[in-house]
Each structure stands twice: as structure tokens, then as C-alpha cells.
């Protein structure tokens, strides 16, 4: 018999906070110290000249980078947002543009595009592991159509073989947002390095992390180019004599990483597979104390992938557990946990695109002169995403410096939840939810 919710007055199992999430440590340190000590925090000028592509940090960082993903160039910006933009403007959308993208992912993701006033066409998700279902998403093709931004949400690489397919019959450049998914193999390759552009996030939340960062990838030699120049005044730079293909989306802004940034970021570079599998290892541990509750589905990857497991997520079969997930939230976040289902409401239901409200007051970019389609946001038009809502908890405590013990009380959190799930039920019809 377990112990009374503590939404309902009970004691709850965890009473403190959990611990920051610090991956740094004396060599990041001696790093930052390095730098100091060269007074120089940031050596990039907009201009055209050999101080263009930045100083000695944010040059070896994106030579790190490079080398460690397998690919021909990286280039670091102040933050993945920020490269997100860049890799929009780089790959030449703009205005009456479509680019379809999925209604499950942070909401930078769909304003890149908004950005350089192009419209996100919302395609729908998988329901196993939560990315752009490719079986659903050839229906949302145009002649518009300029992009596909996939992202690899909590982690686990999308369905990349059948998207690439996808994008090369209809001639279109493939994004990937793999700011949650470093180190992760789709098919043997890494995540973010398939599509034209793969953007990583350095966010202190993410996997690894410089407070605030972003790197951008790519094999191709105009696309760096254009991600160079977007992140640096690309039109003061053209107008002093830089060479470029095309002046689309040339109007650049400061997206530039600092010295102090990259240092630290280089560091954290060589922890990346030693961080990723200490997340492998708590979840693995977590996953075995809550294999064969009835109804609880538990993450994991497809045979073709890996799994980095930026955040960890639950699925409720709501037909065996008849608790929706912001309730099941409520109840564990009362015993002390950390659960969220923030990340569950698709994109084009927040009021920025059920009013069509970008730029300025009049409806731009949607309704744009330039614009020639019809584009719905309506409820139902991702029917799997909208489901989800209701099916999907997540929680990023599955990462150092939290320990075995801290998944045995998640795991309790789950088990003291579900044994009393008829009194939460009865809370919940008193409570209206």
C-alpha cells in the first residue's frame, strides 16, 4: 500500500531541489583563464579582411567541430536560434516560400522561417518517437515549397532515409534542428549531419553547453559562405568587396560567438560522448524499473538510430491509465519531481499563428501579396501531434550529476502515482480537469 499523493495532503518523496545541471569543470577553468589572460574576448570585425571569420577560439572550435562530426564545415554562432536563422537564409527562403516543419519542436524552430517571411506548412509526427512522420508529409508539398525542417526532438533522430528521399524528387534542401541530438547515429551517420544544414545548440541545458551557443554544419561550399555572412553584417561585408553568389537574405546581423564561448565550448566538445553515456546509463536504469507497468510506454530507439536522450519521455496509453498527461505532471511534480508537457502543444495553435500576427499589424507574412497559398492552422490538422498532448510527460533529470538513486525515486514518483490513480481521477473531476 503506498503513501497518500502528496497533491492530496501526503508527504512527497523528494524535498529538496535537484542539483544544477554543471558540466563544466577545472578545465573549462583553466580555458576561460586563457583567454583572459589575452585580453582579447572577441576578435571578429565585419569587415572584409582576415578578422571576418573571428579569433583563434572560434576558429579552432569550429575546426573541432568539423573534425568531430565528419563534416567540411562548421560555424559557430551566439546561439543555436541564431543559426537557425542563419541556415533559413542560407538555404534562400523568403517571401511566399513554404517550408514544411514539424508542429512538435521549440518555437524558434518555425520563427526562423517566419523570419525571413516565409510560411511554416505543419506536417504531422510520429507517435513512437514524436519526430516528422515522412508518411504524412509529401500531402503538404507545393510548387511553394522551398524546405524541410526536421527536428530531432528529445534526442532520437527523425526518419532521415525516406525524408532525404522525400526532398531530393521535389528539389528541396533538408534543415536539421539537431540542437537535442549530438552524438546521436541515424543509419550509421551522425544527426544534423545528413541534411544541406544541421544546426547543434550549446544552450546550459543542452547536452553540452557554453551558456549560450550554436554551431551550424554543412559540406556544401556556398551554404558556409552564406551562414558566414549572415552571421557577421553580410551586406557591410559584401559592399567591401566579399565575393557571393547571390544576395538573397544577405542582410546579416552580429550572431557572433565570443572568445570565452568558444573556449569553454571546446572543452565540452571533448566530454560529448563521456556526457552522452552517462544519460545512456540512467536512463537504462530508469527504463528497467519501469519495464512492464501496463500502459506506461518508455522511450528507446529505432534499430537504424541511437538515442541521446535529452529529455526523457513517457507515453500513457490512456485507455490502460485513464489520466491525462498534465494531471499525471501535476501529481508527480507534487511528490517533488521534475516532469513536463511543455513541449506536447503543437506549434500552430499558440496565437501567433491562430491570429497570423508576424509582422507589424497588418498579417505579414501570411498574408503577404507575395504569398499565393492557402495554409491551415486550424485544430486537427496534425491530428497525431494534437494526440500526443494528451499521451506524452518528459523530464530532463536523466543527466549528470543526478545518479541511480534519483532514478529510483522517479521511478517510485511513477509507481505511488499510478497505485493511487483512482484518487487522483476522483481530484480531478472535483477540480474540473
Known sequence: MHAQLALLGGKPLRTKGYP?????????????????????????????????????QVKALEGEWAEKFGVRYAVSFNSATSALFAAVGACAVGPGDEVLITPFTMSATATAILAFNGIPVFADVELDHYNLDPAGLEERITARSRAIFVTHIFGHPAAM??????????????????AQSPGALYNGKLSGTIGAIGVYSLNCNKVIQCGEGGIAVTDDDDLAQRLRLIRNHGEAVIAAGMAVGSLVNMIGGNYRMTEIEAAIAREQLRKLDDLTQRRRELVSYLNERLRGIPG????????????????????????????????????????????????????????????????????????????????????????????????????????PPQTFADMEEIARGVEKVLAEKDQLLKYAATEGM
Open 161 to 178: 532515409g525516406p525524408i532525404m528521399d522525400l526532398a531530393k524528387k521535389h528539389g528541396l534542401r533538408v534543415i536539421e534542428d539537431a
Open 20 to 56: 544544477v545541471h554543471a558540466t563544466t569543470g577545472e578545465e573549462e577553468k583553466k580555458a576561460v583563464l586563457a583567454v583572459l589572460e589575452r585580453a582579447i574576448l572577441s576578435e571578429f570585425e565585419g569587415t572584409n579582411n582576415q578578422y571576418f571569420l573571428g579569433g583563434e
Open 296 to 399: 506506461l510506454g518508455l522511450p528507446g530507439a529505432r534499430p537504424d538510430s541511437t538515442h541521446v536522450y535529452y529529455r526523457y519521455a513517457l507515453k500513457i496509453d490512456r485507455e490502460v491509465i485513464p489520466i491525462d498527461a498534465p494531471l499525471f505532471v501535476k501529481a508527480l511534480n507534487a511528490e517533488g519531481l521534475d516532469f513536463y508537457v511543455s513541449y506536447m502543444k503543437p506549434l500552430y495553435l499558440q496565437p501567433l499563428y491562430q491570429r497570423r500576427i508576424g509582422y507589424g499589424d497588418k498579417g505579414c507574412p501570411f498574408s503577404c501579396p507575395f504569398y499565393r497559398g492557402e495554409v491551415s492552422y486550424e485544430r486537427g490538422i496534425c491530428p497525431q501531434a494534437e494526440e500526443l498532448e494528451k499521451m506524452v510527460i518528459s523530464t530532463e533529470i536523466v543527466r
